[in-house]
């Protein structure tokens, strides 16, 4: 009868989840930490006021619904990567502006993509993100070991990209869409109409895959109360401390990634004062603190690029929507390298050298297929711990923080976007220094706001 009734408590709090948004019309953001708050709280409860043989069947229910929203993750994966990746690619005009600015503006991105993942993983490591977690038989699986690193690049070439979608072998699929995509740009150049039909359908299934996204992320709050409730009725007040560690970590990531990485872009490429970049830069960063939303900064992310940082427009008009939706270093780089390691010392899982190479190779390609999908962070997660063979529950354990890393993440993003747009002007001679560095900021700032 007390397995009875527990249960029915946490059918409860899901009907309660569901009249938040139906009733009281409460945001995305409020029901994922409400869901975060119940699921601490029924956990809890099961940790200390209930004996463990009730506890371990209340916990194979409610994993049920946990696991359940995992595989629906999972599900999005194959659809979602490479039809982002093509079109994406297909948004260039031709060859001779993939060559010129695009594989400038690409390199770059996945540049700071790479440094993002490594600096992912040096902090994840260094704040040791879910050292000490007990999460009973959450991912009961095998460790996932990789042969040598030869081996495993070698792997990477698709040799049979269908194989590769059916065995989740992500990096082969990723390098078959870049390839993909390279020749439709080649194709688009020397007849505009031949590749138009496939542009179409590409954009329309884009549209179809990433609605599919939002109506699986929609039950994030569900997961959430599923997967806390599970993981803190085994671990009790342990897991919170974990918790906080790992949002402090990702944010002191993100602050390295702005300070080092794009000042250390703007002092010795472009040479100029990064102090004095940031405060122009300020509008956009603080619109994507604020809004969360690259795409929806993206207006004052254009703007900020040509009044303020004195990029040429045309360069602001290619650098500014394709980074909205292909440069995502906190989002593709420091996020999911943060939350493998997170798995790995939560599941007690040793990482080979070889797999912490692959978290890095995967966040490069991660970076361009993003389609600005809704907490896009959570696709490349997914994606990471996939590859490298680690419990993919750790996103689902994470995700009752994500609202507050989000805010770090999507100003990394935007900043990330902003550099880049200086450094390709800079290199094509189509930033204006003087203007730059002759600008009142102050009345600049006045006239934004």
């Not at 990531?253 to 250390?264: D, E, F, H, K, T």
């Not at 902003?418 to 009142?440: C, H, I, K, P, Y």
């Amino acid at each position: 009868m007390g397995m009875v009734l527990w249960l029915l408590i946490f059918v409860a709090l899901l009907a309660a989840l569901v009249a938040m948004k139906r009733v009281w019309h409460l945001s995305f953001s409020i029901r994922v930490s409400v869901s975060l708050l119940l699921g601490a709280a029924l956990g809890l409860s099961l940790f200390f006021f209930v004996e463990e043989s009730i506890s371990s069947q209340v916990r194979r229910w409610v994993a049920l619904v946990g696991n359940g929203y995992v595989d629906l993750l999972r599900m999005l994966i194959i659809p979602l990567v490479p039809t982002s990746i093509i079109a994406g690619l297909m948004r260039l005009g031709n060859t001779h502006e993939l060559r010129r600015m695009g594989v400038r503006t690409i390199s770059l991105f996945l540049f700071t993509a790479t440094i993002a993942g490594t600096i992912g993983l040096l902090v994840g490591s260094l704040f040791a993100v879910g050292q000490g977690m007990v999460v009973g038989d959450l991912a009961e699986r095998t460790p996932n070991t990789l042969g040598n690193i030869f081996a495993q690049f070698r792997a990477f070439i698709p040799s049979n990209p269908v194989q590769s979608a059916a065995e989740m072998q992500m990096i082969p699929l990723v390098v078959f869409s870049v390839f993909i995509g390279v020749a439709a740009i080649a194709v688009k150049t020397k007849k505009p109409d031949a590749i138009k039909p496939l542009e179409q359908l590409l954009e329309s299934f884009l549209q179809v895959v990433i609605e599919l996204t939002k109506i699986v992320l929609r039950l994030t709050p569900y997961g959430v109360l599923a997967l806390t409730t599970y993981w803190l009725s085994s671990t009790g007040l342990a897991a919170l401390g974990q918790l906080g560690l790992f949002v402090l970590a990702v944010i002191f990531a993100c602050l390295l990634q702005i300070s080092l990485v794009y000042g250390g872009l703007l002092a010795f490429l472009v040479k100029i004062n990064p102090i004095r970049f940031f405060k122009a830069a300020s509008p956009a960063m603080l619109l994507a603190f604020s809004s969360r939303s690259s795409l929806g900064s993206l207006t004052m992310t254009i703007n900020t690029m040509t009044d303020r940082l004195k990029v040429n427009s045309r360069v602001a008009n290619f650098v500014g929507p394709l980074g909205a939706v292909m440069n995502m270093d906190a989002c593709g780089g420091i996020f999911p390298a943060m939350v493998a390691v997170f798995a790995a010392n939560a599941f007690g899982i040793e990482l080979a050298l070889s797999q912490y190479i692959l978290i890095v190779v995967v966040s490069i390609f991660a970076s361009l297929g993003s389609a600005a999908v809704p907490m896009g962070a959570t696709a490349f997660t997914i994606i990471t711990l996939t590859t490298v063979g680690l419990p993919v529950e750790a996103v689902g354990m994470v995700a009752g923080v994500d609202f507050l890393v989000d805010m770090f993440r999507t100003m990394t993003n935007v900043t990330g976007d902003l550099t880049t747009s200086v450094v390709v002007a800079n290199a094509l001679g189509e930033f204006d220094r003087d203007a730059f560095n002759s600008q009142d900021l102050k009345v600049a700032t006045a006239q934004a706001t």
